[in-house]
């Protein structure tokens, strides 16, 4: 069964069991405040039993045969099928996700688990001629272990499917710890689908908890090879660190403060829609999306005048209404954050066109112009439903403009030019940039990943096989060699 009820414990060694902590763990519907479910918490012991049971249960992963791997991932897609309509309830209930942005997140989850399925075919090895005579090179590739994996509020189905689908395919065991915001969606319900689908019992465990219970101890434990973070620059910093301080490898996909760049000769009704889109989409907490827009000068006013006018068209409220664009926020952290910023951008300067009401969780649109480099609002990733629309006169302060952030993630520039967009697009410092299209891009055989404060790796596709696995050089002497001494 797939009922929230089923899905409020930990999964560890196979089994559904009480965290060992005293502590509880509330899981709150963002949008009314209902108690959605509790959990007791795990604590360090149950994150020790999860890596030692997801080391134990990989070797036996290992003697699989690679095509009933394969199928044993496949299972896991028609699992979501069938159960589709639950899982965009779920989406709803703890994440206040709209219907359509839940229908998005479950199609890239879907195609996520379709990539990894083929890794257990494409564990490819190569034999390499010796500088020696009689001597034969041969590289296996190998899994790397155990994976950790640590996953946002946002979009936690898939930014937990991300990793685990591929590290799972490529052969490892892993430990997944939710954000304790969702710890249904990012954690307990991937758990069920990977038992459903047949996995060995302990080579996926989820412990539901909190970082003032476990502390640093999913980093430091010695058994996982790597850890893989999604979530804030401050957070994945550390995290980086720790690793690296105990020989662990690092994948991080932290926060992005993207372009949206809107070019003279750009089709101007359709840069507003994908601006629109870029920005509003899950109330904007979407590590890609668009946080500053820059529009050349000559259409700069025709520009405002029109996106302004859609984003004033969106609607704002339930999530569970299908006509809803934009729900809440995830907390009411969240938006008090909000709030701040856009009364500093305000203080310092900043024209609010359009600016929303804030009330508890809810944050209509805010756009905001007159606003300059120097500005949070340009600097910081905002992850919620304001915008700053910047002018500029040529494509060089554009570029100028664009990479004026320590982040480097994600954007896009629009131009009816497209070899003039890619050459734009080649100067801007971020790891993805779309010519004539969304800054929200994540497609499973294309390298995914972040420059400068964005993020360390890359995942997706052939990326994601070689960031979970690791090459392991065996040489053979088929006659003896000759020594100096």
Not at 20 to 33: A, F
Not at 153 to 167: G, H
Not at 370 to 376: E, G, H, K, R, S
Request: proline content about 5%; charged content about 25%.
């Amino acid at each position: 069964m797939l009922e929230i009820e089923s899905l409020n414990k930990q999964y560890i060694a196979g089994t559904w069991r009480e965290g060992q902590s005293e502590n509880i763990l509330v899981d709150t519907n963002p949008y009314n405040g209902e108690v959605i479910t509790e959990f007791k918490m795990a604590d360090v012991s149950d994150v020790d039993l999860a890596y030692k049971s997801a080391l134990e249960a990989k070797e036996e992963w290992n003697k699989v045969n690679p095509y009933k791997q394969r199928d044993i991932l496949e299972n896991a897609v028609k699992y979501i099928e069938d159960h589709e309509e639950k899982i965009v309830n779920i989406i709803i209930d703890e994440l206040g996700g709209t219907r359509l942005k839940a229908a998005f997140e479950i199609g890239l989850v879907k195609d996520m688990i379709k990539e990894s399925a083929i890794f257990p075919l494409k564990m490819e090895g190569k034999i390499l001629p010796s500088v020696e005579d009689g001597k034969e090179n041969r590289l296996y590739r190998i899994p790397a272990g155990v994976v950790g994996v640590i996953s946002p509020f946002n979009f936690p189905f898939f930014l937990s499917m991300k990793s685990v689908a591929p590290a799972i395919g490529a052969g490892n065991g892993v430990v997944l710890k939710p954000h304790e915001e969702t710890p249904i969606m990012g954690g307990t319900l991937i758990a069920r689908i990977f038992e459903e689908a047949g996995v060995p019992k302990g080579l996926l465990n989820v412990v539901a908890t909190d970082i003032k219970e476990i502390g640093d101890s999913l980093v430091e434990h010695p058994i996982p090879r790597i850890i893989s973070f999604t979530g804030s620059t401050k957070v994945g910093s550390h995290i980086g660190q720790l690793a690296v301080k105990n020989f662990k490898k690092p994948l991080l996909e932290l926060g992005g403060n993207s372009a949206f760049i809107v070019l003279e000769d750009a089709d101007l009704d359709y840069a507003v829609n994908a601006a629109a889109f870029s920005r509003f989409t899950h109330q904007g907490q979407i590590c890609m999306s668009a946080n500053r827009i820059l529009v050349q000068k000559s259409i700069y006013d025709e520009f405002i005048t029109k996106y302004k006018e859609k984003v004033s068209s969106l609607k704002v409220g339930d999530p569970r209404d299908p006509e809803t664009i934009i729900g809440p926020v995830m907390n009411e952290r969240s938006a008090e954050n909000l709030k701040a910023i856009i009364d500093k951008g305000i203080e310092q300067g900043a024209t609010p066109i359009l600016k929303g009401n804030i009330s508890g969780n809810m944050v209509e649109p805010t756009v905001l112009t007159d606003v300059n480099t120097d500005m949070d609002l340009a600097q910081e990733e905002l992850f919620g439903p304001v915008i700053s629309v910047m002018p500029f006169e040529t494509e060089e302060e554009a570029i100028a403009i664009a990479n004026d952030t320590r982040f480097g993630l994600s954007g896009a520039v629009h131009t009816s030019n497209v070899e003039r967009g890619v050459e734009f697009a080649k100067k801007v410092q971020t790891g993805m940039i779309h010519v004539n299209d969304i800054t929200i891009n994540d497609e499973p055989i294309v390298a995914f990943g972040g420059e400068k404060q964005s993020g360390l790796g890359r995942l997706n596709g052939e990326w994601s096989l070689e960031e979970f696995t690791t090459m392991k050089w065996i040489s053979v002497n088929y006659q003896q060699r000759q020594f100096p001494y």
